[in-house]
């Protein structure tokens, strides 16, 4: 079995500190993606859904790169800061995950930048088997 | 490979917007479970040993469903709210889950549905091999 | 494919409560490792980088334990106190998992020991194939 690395993430700028997929055969392990920009290390916006589409966005397009996508995830975990956005939360879900929809873990928690307000972590399946 | 969703389950009521459980071959991937009536959004109890109890029986019982079980688990993430009832979870840890006991990791945080006190999210192998 | 636990925690004495590691095929599940004393649950030291090593030395010692390594671990969970210490804590991640690093995903949060500042949770492959 293939232990494989993709992209990769650079906190704070410099070399890339952590990969932004990792395959193990026909297993992907996502990076927590936020809406920051690595370079600044600020966030791209203070607005929940703004921040949460931005994350949704780079969870696609991650999955996307590594021969997966929305429609084979497996589980997803969901850090927020606060609980008032929960409402919107699932319904930016739904939307980009479709049924039937992975199994999921939405708890409250900080962050290590200023002004997140979400981080969610994807694992998902390689439908194409092994690479 | 396959990917299989069991059950639903349906925050705030309505569609199903996320699974129960989810396998990839034989690994199985449960949805973090709180204590809580998706109907209403209330916790079942104010009290920590009968919402976890609530929490763990969930587990078995989604377990089972997918042809698993606690003596298949093999790992388990358990979230509480207050530090104190660490030593009631680790007694009903190890009343639920036979030895050898899962890896585990236990942290402090909050959540999404007010008065939730514990949440647990189990991954499992399926021991029938791949579905 | 085969079930199998590796070593046992007793967080606060007595019969291992936990495993150390749990492999799945060739797959391998480390539990969250904290700088505790397990036999007086009180943390082994008050600075931040004496217990991340403490942690993460933890770490490769179970991985090394169950025929993996850092070189192949794929994803690694960061649960931090205190956002101040995000800095130290990307400066030894670099130091001790080479390139290409694992997935990552690190948020702050609270802990059931007091005086905890870091949990870590691995999760690797068996280069070896299934075990």
């Known amino acids: 079995m293939t ?5 990769g993430l650079a ?4 070399d890339a500190l952590i990969s932004t997929a990792m395959s193990w055969g026909n297993l992907l392990f996502l990076s927590g ?3 920051v920009d690595l370079k600044t290390m600020k966030v791209v916006s203070d607005d929940f859904e703004e921040q949460a589409r931005n994350v949704l966005d780079q969870c696609v397009e991650a999955l996307r790169e590594a021969g997966s996508g929305p ?4 589980r997803v975990q969901c850090y927020l800061l606060n609980a008032e956005d929960f409402d919107t939360w699932n319904k930016l879900w739904a939307e980009y995950f479709p049924a039937p929809r992975p199994v999921r873990t ?4 900080g962050f290590a930048v200023p002004g997140m307000l979400i981080e969610v972590e994807v694992t998902a399946g390689i439908a194409d088997g092994p690479q």
Chains 1, 2, 3 share one sequence.
């Open 71 to 74: 429609e084979h995830a497996l």
């Open 33 to 35: 993606r936020a809406a």
């Open 106 to 109: 939405t708890i409250c928690t």
């Open 11 to 14: 906190p704070g700028g410099g």
């Open 3 to 7: 232990r494989r690395a993709y992209g």
